[in-house]
């Protein structure tokens, strides 16, 4: 069985809290699927930079979620998988040292999952509160069932 680890990235700020929300709203609908558990790692992260590539080693499926900025209407769900992400300019982060930047320097260190999949919910500007778009909170329970059911049947778990 491979393991599977999901990654929510974001801060405390606003809009850029949507990954850390996935991960929390995913934990909870994992409760309801006991036999993925064993199988599954989700985490929460605060712009974690080049501690990105600690945390995704000895996984063999990754997926990671967090806010992203694209010009893309708010609350738009992007995916990319791991080739797709590298071929990708750096254009989407919301944090100081990208998570492509990241993930770019994994792959020179030959540290790369088999699998990645990278999932962003696009947001408008940073707020100084907690308080979350109603099209960032819709996009946040969309990908939510997007990834509980990719986990399930994708990978057979």
């Not at 801060?11 to 036999?35: C, N, R, T, Y």
């Not at 990645?116 to 819709?138: C, K, M, P, R, W």
Request: without cysteine; hydrophobic residues 45%.
């Amino acid at each position: 069985m491979s393991l599977i680890k999901v990654l929510g990235i974001g801060s405390p700020f606003g809009d850029d809290q949507a990954g850390w929300k996935v991960a929390a709203e995913l934990k909870q609908q994992i409760a309801i699927h006991p036999h993925i558990a064993p199988n599954l790692l989700i985490e929460s992260h605060d712009r974690p930079g080049v501690r990105l590539i600690e945390l995704i080693r000895g996984f063999n499926t990754i997926f990671i979620v967090d806010a992203v900025k694209s010009d893309s209407a708010i609350g738009t769900i992007h995916r990319f998988d791991k080739d797709a992400l590298l071929d990708s300019e750096p254009r989407f982060s919301t944090h100081g040292i990208s998570i492509l930047q990241a993930l770019q320097l994994a792959n020179a260190l030959n540290e790369l999952p088999a699998n990645l999949l990278f999932y962003g919910i696009e947001i408008d500007a940073i707020s100084l509160d907690e308080t979350l778009s109603a099209h960032v909170e819709q996009a946040i329970k969309d990908l939510t069932r997007l990834l509980l059911n990719e986990i399930v049947i994708a990978y057979g778990l």
